[in-house]
């Protein structure tokens, strides 16, 4: 037993340090990813200390690791070089992370396949991300749900499709808002869009908006890219008071080192300002020494129609050369497939969600079907169970209201044949009256005393009348009770009718008064015994006076039920007194 009670015990201490290793490995997961958030290069060298002890953890523990190193890599710029991690990562989490684990890894995902130049693989892990986020707007991370328009506004951008870029540059700045973030580049983003839809007040507004950003929170150093940028939107929208305000926040001097956007925005602020030989200081140094192709096949279209214009064909042609060659050199079909291949992925995953939300629809609407049948089914039943059990009881009243009436008519019937027997002697007397001519002195006296015996009865039949109306109400309610008392078989309901009826004049059956005795009996085991007791001889009537006595009647109310003299019941009370102080 005690061997048993150490083993339980271990296994018991063992889960329980188990489960701290898990939250504590977990914990400086957390620690290490905030501290990406800021320094990724520092992150990444605390995590490379981790990995030996994760290693031992479980799938979830490796899992969350794996990801918080592609997050950290891609916070450093550094580029993937396969999918593969981030596909089992994908799978893992999609059968067992949470709503927040899926908006991340899809993220991610999205993130890696960017960096691998696959646009449409990369846009449809990015809308997934955006499923989740969206789907629990209270538990997303908001700051990554931003990230996300971020990138779809790249990439719509870089396959040319400016209308989808747009709508997620205005989703970007919508949560920067509501988040109270940095919205500098959000808004760049929603000018650099309206631009290229040709929607140049939009645009202008737009970066204005960067632009006054910037100066009024004086962080032209530390956003040199983005005023770079300022200056040549601002030269291509031909707002040069604007442009001319933007040189004047560029501390670098883009004549030195290796030539950057900063000479090609400059080449732009001097070519839109008519000054050819200024513009093409600055241009000639990205086609000499640049290495990026997009940016020559920029420069020699724009020096071309800028030598055009001025009038100079020989130098045109030399930059229509150069802008042809940098033009076969550029792949522009591949660029518009592209677009065309993304169209397709979005509109693939657009069907996708609306033929799930028709299927969740679906059901949603069958449950609810199935949900009302059933409580209509079970309103029915219960409106057929209290309609039926009503119409019984109505029944019932009914019969019982029918015998009481059938009752009374039977007694009221023989009333007026009593009434008639006594007319008809009536008649009979004063017939006989009549024939006695010879004793008329004694009958006129008879006929007198025949007539104030007729008022008396009158009287008298009008009281008896009274009487009848009041029995047949009591009679009525005796009845009830006896026969509710008889259906409960309860002594307290006879004894409560006995009471209600000893309220008028009421003359029991034999029966009633045995009925009576049982209640009794049955609430008072021995009374009768005590009766024997305390009288040896005891008639019927004093019986059903000590009975009478036993339930509390008073001496009217037992007058009424017994019908004997006053007297009499005020002698028997004194004899029976011991039933009064008797505790049973």
Not at 60 to 83: F, M
Not at 257 to 282: K, V
Not at 332 to 360: M, S
Not at 541 to 564: A, H, W
Request: proline share 1%.
């Amino acid at each position: 037993m005690k061997k048993h009670l150490f083993w339980h015990f271990f296994v018991l201490v063992s889960l329980l340090l188990t489960a701290c290793s898990e939250d504590r490995s977990l914990g400086r997961i957390e620690q290490i990813k905030a501290i990406g958030d800021s320094n990724p290069e520092m992150a990444l060298s605390m995590l490379d200390s981790l990995e030996i002890e994760v290693r031992g953890k479980s799938d979830y523990i490796k899992s969350k690791y794996d990801l918080l190193r592609i997050r950290l890599n891609d916070k450093a710029y550094k580029l993937p070089t396969s999918d593969i991690m981030i596909k089992k990562l994908v799978t893992f989490f999609e059968a067992n992370g949470s709503d927040a684990d899926k908006q991340e890894v899809q993220y991610y995902a999205g993130s890696v396949y960017r960096d691998l130049q696959d646009t449409p693989r990369a846009l449809e892990h990015f809308f997934k991300s955006l499923d989740y986020a969206n789907a629990n707007p209270g538990k997303c991370d908001s700051v990554m749900l931003c990230n996300t328009y971020s990138n779809i506004n790249y990439l719509e951008y870089k396959v040319q499709n400016y209308g989808e870029s747009l709508k997620a540059a205005v989703k970007e700045l919508d949560i920067c808002r509501k988040i109270k973030l940095d919205a500098t580049i959000p808004f760049s983003h929603v000018g650099i869009s309206y631009k290229a839809l040709n929607k140049n007040v939009e645009a202008e507004a737009a970066f204005d908006s960067v632009y006054s950003h910037i100066v009024r929170s004086k962080t032209e150093a530390e956003n040199q890219d983005i005023v770079v940028a300022l200056l040549h939107h601002y030269s291509e929208l031909k707002t040069m008071s604007k442009a001319k305000d933007c040189i004047k926040l560029i501390k670098e001097n883009p004549l030195e080192g290796t030539p950057t956007n900063t000479c090609l925005a400059m080449g732009e602020y001097y070519r839109t300002l008519g000054l050819a030989d200024s513009a093409a200081i600055y241009f000639t140094r990205i086609l000499e020494e640049s290495t990026d192709i997009y940016a020559k096949y920029d420069v020699a279209k724009l020096m071309f129609d800028m030598y055009i214009n001025a009038g100079d064909a020989e130098k045109a042609r030399s930059y229509a050369a150069s802008y042809m060659m940098y033009s076969d050199s550029l792949d522009f079909g591949k660029r518009q497939e592209l677009a065309a291949t993304v169209n397709n992925a979005y509109q693939y995953h657009l069907d996708q969600k609306r033929e799930q939300d028709l299927k969740e629809e679906k059901e949603r609407y069958k449950s609810i079907s199935v949900i009302v049948f059933l409580a209509g089914s079970l309103v029915a039943c219960v409106t057929y169970i209290v309609n039926f059990k009503r119409k019984q009881r109505h029944l019932r009243e009914v019969a019982a209201l029918s015998s009481e009436l059938q009752r009374v008519s039977d007694d009221d019937k023989k009333l007026r044949e009593d009434i008639k027997r006594k007319e008809k002697d009536l008649a009979e007397s004063m017939a006989s009256l009549k024939r006695s001519s010879s004793e008329l002195d004694d009958v006129k006296k008879k006929l007198q005393r025949v007539n104030q015996e007729l008022l008396e009865n009158n009287d008298v039949l009008k009281k008896t009348e009274e009487q009848l109306e009041e029995k047949k109400e009591q009679n009525k309610t005796f009845i009830k009770l006896l026969h509710q008392s008889e259906f409960e078989g309860k002594a307290e309901d006879v004894i409560r009718a006995v009471r209600a009826a000893s309220k008028g004049k009421k003359e029991m059956t034999l029966a009633e008064w045995k009925q009576l005795y049982k209640a009794v009996d049955e609430l008072y085991p021995t009374f009768h015994e005590t009766i024997l007791k305390q009288h040896r001889r005891v008639s019927d009537k004093e019986m059903q006076v000590l009975y009478l006595i036993r339930i509390g009647l008073s001496k009217q109310q037992i007058i009424n039920m017994t019908d004997i003299a006053r007297v009499t019941i005020w002698r028997w009370e004194k004899k029976f007194e011991w039933v009064l102080t008797s505790e049973e």
